[in-house]
């Protein structure tokens, strides 16, 4: 009944049955550290260039003019998001940040393939919430969770957070008012704000973070299960994956590692497929589980398993591709001169973003009125 993979089979006596133990468990983890570490040095990277471009526009110029990473532009999603819509209404790739466009295509291109795999093998917050979880492990002794009546009810505020960008994006905002906003000073120089946001940090933004962080470390993954609505928009998205963690009842032996270690509570010991938006594919729960062909990723129209390494290098390469096809298609880099960010550092204050409903209208007015002027 069941096939060895590596050396002579190991029977093992468990309650109530006979079963084989995998002897190839405990490398997912490893494989997720690198891909993480690597991701995340990326960032450290790219937040560090950003930084000598800002000192330069500080200087007024008067400085050794360095490299602007469009990298940066991945932490502006509410901006990629405005992009794509743009693509979607015009065909044309906003000239603002084009590099946190194909980002975002690359990121909801994972989604669609591997699940919300982004959360547990990309993304830097993810990894600071794992090593977060990791620690609280330590402390605790076992994974707290919120009581049902109350997570829920939390888990839903990622949506809602995700529901208040879609309307205002999608509903409220009318084509020419979107294209005025990707192309108004504010969102040019919005990285630059988001720089200033950080290095200027409000003691309330302070005390939001201290208060987020220490929540993290009492209730594993606290920002993403409860509060990212970018989180939000892979998990809806990851439903629509082809590839799930698929358990063989007739096979386990109901010992309920995969959903102890599930980090997302998610009753895996209990599912035949695990349909969830809560999923982030970290395969942990393939990688505890100690009995063959019980419990694999694989694609709901095939046989094959999908094995961590694969998922790995899928994630990876799914990602340099549609990036990689910004850069040598020419639409990586923005088309804001140094000039004009020198222009722009001046006037900073003066920018801002539209923050409800009638400022949206004001905008949607404005554009209509400079059309018409236009026409
Ligand atoms: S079900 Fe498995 S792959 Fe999905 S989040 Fe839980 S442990 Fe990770
Ligand atoms: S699928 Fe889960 S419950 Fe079943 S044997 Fe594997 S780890 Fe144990």
Same mark, same amino acid.
């Given at each position: 009944m069941f096939r060895a993979i590596n050396e002579k089979p190991v029977i093992i006596k468990a309650p109530g049955k006979p079963y084989k133990r995998r002897t190839d468990r405990n490398k997912v983890r490893k494989y997720r550290f690198i891909v993480q570490s690597l991701f995340a040095a990326l960032c450290v990277w790219i937040g560090t260039e950003f930084y000598f471009f800002v000192k330069y526009l500080e200087s007024s110029g008067m400085t050794y003019s360095p490299y602007r990473p469009? %990298? @940066? &532009? %991945? /932490?502006l999603p509410i901006s990629s998001l405005m992009s794509l819509y743009h693509f979607f209404l015009s065909g044309e790739i906003h000239p603002a940040h084009p590099a946190g466009f194909f980002i975002l295509v690359a990121i909801l291109a994972v989604s669609l393939l591997f699940g919300k795999s982004f959360c547990s093998w990309l993304c830097p917050i993810g990894f600071l919430s794992e090593m977060l979880g990791d620690i609280s492990d330590k402390i605790f002794g076992r994974r707290l969770k919120l009581p049902r009546f109350a997570d829920y009810p939390m888990r839903s505020i990622k949506y809602l957070l995700l529901a208040f960008f879609v309307w205002s994006i /999608? /509903?409220?905002?009318t084509p020419l008012a979107l294209k005025a906003f990707l192309g108004s000073p504010y969102n040019l120089v919005a990285d630059v704000k988001m720089y200033y946001f950080f290095a200027e940090i409000s003691r309330t933004a302070l005390v939001i973070i201290g208060v987020l962080l220490l929540l993290s470390l009492i209730f594993r993954n606290f920002w993403c299960r409860y509060l990212c609505p970018y989180g939000a928009l892979l998990g809806i998205l990851s439903l629509l994956s082809p590839n799930k963690i698929k358990r063989n009842p007739t096979n #386990?032996?109901? #010992?309920g590692r995969c959903a102890k270690v599930c980090p997302s509570f998610i009753g895996v010991d209990r599912a035949k497929t695990v349909v969830s938006d &809560? #999923?982030?594919?970290?395969?942990n729960c393939v990688d505890v #589980?100690? @009995? &063959?062909? +019980?419990l694999k990723y694989k694609s709901v129209f095939g046989r094959r398993n999908i094995s961590p390494k694969m998922v790995a290098l899928g994630v990876v390469l799914v990602f340099i591709l549609i990036t990689g096809w910004g850069m040598v298609s020419g639409n990586?880099?923005?088309?804001? +001169?140094t000039d004009e960010y020198l222009h722009h550092q001046k006037l900073l204050e003066s920018y801002g973003h539209p923050t409800g409903a009638g400022e949206i209208s004001d905008l949607n007015q404005k554009a209509n009125r400079e059309n018409n002027n236009i026409k």
């Open positions: 469009p %990298g @940066v &532009e %991945g /932490f /999608f /509903f409220l905002m #386990c032996i109901d #010992c &809560e #999923c982030t594919a970290c395969l #589980c100690p @009995v &063959e062909n +019980t990586w880099r923005n088309n804001i +001169t």
